[in-house]
C-alpha cells in the first residue's frame, strides 16, 4: 500500500509543471489571437487610397454678339425741322434782314446760271470748222511715172578654154610689188614675216625668234619712266646666216627702246645657214617689237 501510495504522490509532482506551462500557452496564444485583428485594422486603413472630391466649374460662355441692326436712314425730306419761334423781342432784332431781290437782278441772275450750264465743246467744233476748209484735197488717182527699162549689159561668155588661154600679157599692170622687202626670183631673194605660218621657214625662224628673245631686254631706265611702244624693221641675213643690214621702218617714239631691240638682232647674229633646197642667196625678215609695262615684251 505504501508503495502504491509513493508512485502516485509522484505522479501529481509531475502533472504540475505541465499544467502550468499549458495555462502559459494557452495565455499567450489568446492575447496573440486579441492582438492580430487590431494590427490588420491598422494596415488595412493605410492601405486604403485616399479619396479627393474634385468640383467642376462650368466654364463661362462667350456672350453672342449679335449683329448691328442697320439703321435706317431717313430722307432729306423727312429732316425737316419746325421753324423755331423767337419769345424774346431781342432775338428778332438781331437777325438781320435779307436784301430784296429787284427784278432785274433775277433776270441776270437766271442768265449767268443758264451759260454755265450750256457746254464747253461747241466752241471747239467752229475751231474745227473753220480749219478744214484749209486741208487740201489729195487728187484720188495718182500716176506712177513709168520706169524706163534700163539696157542690160551684154558681157562675154568666157569659156574653159578662153580662161587658161589668156596670156600674162593681158594681165593688168603694175602687179609687181614695189615696196621694200619684195621677192625676186632672179636674185635668188625673199622677204618673210617673222611670224610666218609658212611649213618652208616655220624652223628656221622659231630658232631666230629664240636666239633674239635670249638677249632682247627691257631697259630698265624706259621701264621706270613708262616708256613703252611698237617698232616696225626689217633686216637681211645672207645664206651663210651672217647679218647683213637692219632697216628701222616705224620707230616706237623712243630711242632707247628702238636701239635695244637693233642691239638684240646684232647680238643674236650669227644665225644658221640656208637649206640647199631654198636656193636663196639672201632672206629679208619683216619684225615686229613691242615694249609693254605690264605685259613685257615681245617680237613677231
Known sequence: MRLFKGKKGKRRNTLIPFLLGSILLHILILLLISSYPLYFHEVAKKDKPKLIEITEIPVP????????K?????????????????????TKLGNPMPPEIKPDQKQQAERTEKQKQLPQDKPKRKEVEKTSPQIASLPKDIKKPEEVPRPRETLERITKDKLFSLSPNQMPGNSTQSFLGSRDANKKEDTVD???????????FLKIKRQIEGVWNYPEISRLRGEQGELFLVFTIRKDGQLEDIKLINSSGYSRLDEEAIRAIKVASPFSPFPESWGLERLNIRAIFRYEIRYGWKVY
Open 70 to 90: 442697320e439703321t435706317k436712314r431717313l430722307a432729306e425730306r423727312s429732316h425737316t425741322a419746325k421753324e423755331e419761334k423767337t419769345k424774346d423781342e431781342f
Open 194 to 204: 617673222l611670224s610666218t605660218t609658212e611649213f618652208k621657214y616655220l624652223s628656221y
Open 61 to 68: 460662355k462667350e456672350k453672342e454678339t449679335l449683329p448691328p
